[in-house]
């Protein structure tokens, strides 16, 4: 047992220390700034996923307040330089997008597992978090912090995006804030402000170009839906033209436009035949149909839309002749396990892809590149 736990641990093998995985804007931009890396990400990282390899065992030998402290000036440190409000990529190998995690670790870890395992085969390989990292289960900070992690040791291959609880007053409703409270007293405040900072840097959309020879896909990842302006809702809006009004690195969606807001909240909704609907507290959320995301989608010419934001028994439901995706993957949600979490795998000329996250359904799709050397 003891044996397998090392080989397990050894498992990992990033090679942190080069930096070699860095696109080349990111290390130049590092670079121009004189910034290096603190191994402090790395230890983080290692120490989570030893928690995960003992069972998922959160409460025996947790990581320090200071520890936590230190991780996420660090990633303030570093996550400003590389911030943008649209990513756009260019992609050349499979393309896994995630939906909801909402601290669902066990989820997240065998995700990262299959995907570190993954680029070692094919290094062009690509995985999207489409955010709601935190809230409604109980190991959320532990979560984020795996992903943010992995996501930093592997630059340039893992996106996250940012979703409706990465939001401070949804944090004060919804179980984020008081884990904190509870595992570090009155100093959960002061790791809280450090958290909320680096939310406010994530991107709000991303654009993947996947491409096959000279043919390309668009694929736009939100966290809720398409902008829209609810007064001109017929008139597609254009992201190249949008995004410098977009008032999305605010710490919450109170205090950001309406188009930030429907992007992190909206949802699509199959019985609107024409237009969008909008709820009596109108404050920039709302339900979208298909004319109004055909529209957008050939004014921005995208192929595809990922989402998360609602939840499904399955994991995921089809919308609009399957030009939209909505995903969920976490299976326990408010304590309770409720759901069957999936992601999925979009490649050139390939059908769109439906996975299990579990060791059975992450080893089957694995199996897939066994031929790979
Ligand atoms: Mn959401």
Known sequence: MEEFTLI??????????????????????????NITINPIIREVFDHLVQCCLDGFNFTQNPLSFEKYLRFY????????????????????????FVGDTHGAIHESYLIIEFFYKLIQKIPESKLIFVGDYVDRNPYDLENLTLIVAFSLLCPGKVV?????????????????IDNL?????????????????FFTHLPIAHISQIHSGSQIARV?????????????????????EIESKLECDKPESSLMDPLSVSMLWSDPDEMIQKGILTGDHFNGRLQFGIDVFNAFMSANNLDLLVRGHQKWPDGWKAFFNSRLYSLFSTASYDGRIQ???????????????????????????????????
């Open 8 to 33: 397990k641990k050894n498992f990992f093998a990033l090679e942190t220390n080069k930096y070699h995985q860095l696109s080349e804007q990111q290390f130049s931009s590092l670079k121009k700034k």
């Open 73 to 96: 000036q660090e990633v303030n440190r570093l996550i400003p330089t590389l911030a943008k409000k649209i990513v756009t990529d260019d992609i050349y190998g499979p393309t896994y």
């Open 160 to 176: 996250l995006i940012r979703g409706n609880h990465e939001d401070r007053k949804i944090n004060e409703h919804y179980g984020f």
């Open 181 to 197: 409270l509870r595992a570090f007293w009155e100093k959960g405040e002061e790791l809280y402000e450090e958290i909320i900072q």
């Open 220 to 240: 736009l990842t939100v966290h809720g839906g398409i902008p829209i302006d609810p007064y001109h809702f017929m008139e597609p809006l254009i992201l190249s």
């Open 339 to 373: 759901f069957s979490p999936k992601i999925l795998k979009l490649e050139y000329g390939k059908p769109p892809k439906i996975i299990s996250i579990s060791e059975d359904g992450l080893n089957l799709e694995f199996s897939e590149f066994q031929s790979y050397n």
